[in-house]
């Protein structure tokens, strides 16, 4: 079964500007999340979606923003960066999730690394 | 709100010996807790989590966790260190009203030959 799947790997981008970052989850997985991992701070949570409806959100500003498809494909999109935005962005899936799904463990992408200048 | 720490940043160990990564928790009820791997640019693995029940739970490549409530910990341990274990290690907890995972800050291990 393949896995999570992240495009692109790589991304530069320059200040001002705005990317779209995707998301192909394993098959069957309905839940995707998303985390911003920095060496300063860490793996922090973006969002997390559910059958295309946003379950949690993290305490990032309004331009960070993310949906999620019928097939359960999700995007992040992130707009007027900024230097601070540049991070190892990773998106990760699981079977489900809420009070039956909490131990579903997530299966992580190998991320898409953004440099913002 | 839910929180791990992982209160050190390195460790190092020879291969060989027994190692210990360090982590507590704070979530209301009872937790779901979760070690996690990454390798140099790479995504995270899943190792092993803790559900309920025993609480010595074991996970892949020979690593096992142990949960203690009264102390609010789940230390990540192996009998014997390889130097292919050299990675970054995460604790993760989430609550069982199925809330969001969060993370500790991760622990660096060194297996040193």
């Known amino acids: 079964k393949a896995g999570v799947t992240q495009t692109p790997r790589y991304l530069i981008k320059t200040r001002g500007q705005q990317v779209t970052l995707s998301c192909s989850p394993i098959s069957g997985h309905r839940s995707v999340s998303w985390y911003q991992q920095t060496p300063g701070q860490g793996l922090q949570f973006l969002f997390e979606y559910f059958s295309e409806t946003q379950r949690n959100k993290g305490n990032f500003p309004g331009r960070f923003s993310g949906r999620q498809f019928s097939n359960s494909r999700s995007e992040m999109n992130v707009s007027t960066l900024e230097l601070g935005d540049s991070a190892l962005y990773l998106c990760?899936?699981?079977?489900?999730?809420?009070?039956?799904?909490?131990?579903?463990?997530?299966?992580f992408g190998n991320g898409t690394r953004l440099t913002v200048t | 709100a839910q929180s791990v720490a992982q209160p050190e940043d390195q460790v190092n160990v020879a291969e060989g010996n027994p190692l210990t990564v360090k982590c507590t928790y704070s979530?209301?009820?009872?937790?779901?807790l979760f070690w996690y791997v990454q390798y140099p640019n790479r995504g995270l693995q899943f190792l092993l989590k803790y559900i309920t029940g025993d609480n010595l739970v074991k996970g892949s490549y020979g690593f096992e966790a142990e949960f203690n409530k009264s102390q609010t910990s789940f230390h990540l341990k192996k009998p014997s260190a390889l130097v292919s274990d050299s990675a970054l290690y995460f604790c993760a907890v989430r609550d069982k009203a199925g809330n969001m995972l969060t993370f500790g800050g991760g622990t660096r291990l060194m297996v040193k030959p």
């Open positions: 979530v209301s009820g009872n937790p779901y």
């Open positions: 990760a899936s699981s079977l489900v999730v809420g009070v039956t799904g909490g131990n579903s463990p997530l299966h």
